[in-house]
């Protein structure tokens, strides 16, 4: 019999992918396979790294899987199906997602039905607002070298003080697993309409001292690291100011 918060956690997850279950069949396909196996969507509400009520910006949406989860988590909560022993659910948490593909916006926004903001456009150039939670997962790495710098800089600017970047990328300090999980990557690009491009990847270690170079604090964990991948979360932290004295 499965453990509590395996029997919620696959809940949620079932909630989420059914969102596209009206759509095309690759949508709910690819957000059901996503969402089962892909361990950092259970690593984000499993660890409360998207609290309550924030702000979230999701740069390199895709279909909106991260929009979709978070709206069921929260449904799960209200109807008292959340785990007891996992920190407090997303509930009101506001997410805009940007993305390039049309046609995955087009997707999100049919599997969200207003749950949550989808922008088509370049996620370079993000919404001019600020968030409290910005999240890549798995996109940076389809950005050259000098434009993934840029962005993090744009994005830092974007983080409200006491916010959260959160980036799940490939290490390429394990050549050979990182080569593959790119490789996945870009099949599901071709996929989805997005070609067969070239992916641009970088060591943790590489990420970590790009971000603390703008002032974040990082802390990094392997998240579906099993062989043959060689992912790692980075939570990436800005500091609160100091209270005058």
């Not at 969507?41 to 909106?64: E, H, K, N, T």
């Not at 959340?82 to 506001?94: H, K, L, S």
């Not at 409290?132 to 600017?157: E, T």
Request: hydrophobic share 45%.
């Amino acid at each position: 019999m499965p453990a509590p918060c395996d029997a919620a956690w696959s809940a949620i997850a079932s909630a989420a992918a059914a969102r596209y279950r009206d759509l095309d069949g690759h949508a709910h396909r690819f957000a059901r396979s996503k969402l089962r196996r892909d361990g950092v969507f259970r690593a984000l509400l499993a660890r409360g790294l998207i609290p309550p009520g924030v702000r979230v910006l999701d740069l390199g949406c895709g279909q909106g899987l991260l929009a979709a989860l978070l709206a069921e988590a929260a449904c799960a909560a209200t109807q008292g199906r959340w785990p007891a022993g996992w920190p407090a659910a997303p509930v009101g948490a506001r997410v805009v997602g940007v993305d390039m593909l049309a046609a995955d916006i087009a997707r999100a926004r049919a599997a969200l039905k207003g749950d949550a903001e989808f922008v088509h456009g370049d996620m370079r150039v993000p919404p001019d607002r600020t968030y409290d939670v910005i999240v890549f997962l798995d996109s940076l790495h389809y950005l050259p070298p000098a434009d993934q710098i840029a962005l993090l800089d744009r994005a830092r600017a974007r983080l409200q003080p006491g916010g959260t970047m959160l980036l799940r990328v490939h290490d390429d300090a394990v050549p050979l697993r990182a080569a593959f999980g790119r490789w996945v990557d870009r099949c599901s690009s071709a996929l989805r309409g997005g070609g067969f491009g070239p992916v641009h990847g970088r060591p943790v270690a590489d990420w970590c001292a790009r971000l603390e170079a703008l002032g974040l604090h990082t802390t990094t964990e392997r998240v579906d690291g099993r062989a043959p991948f060689a992912n790692r979360l980075i939570v990436a932290t800005r500091a609160k100011p100091s209270p005058p004295s």
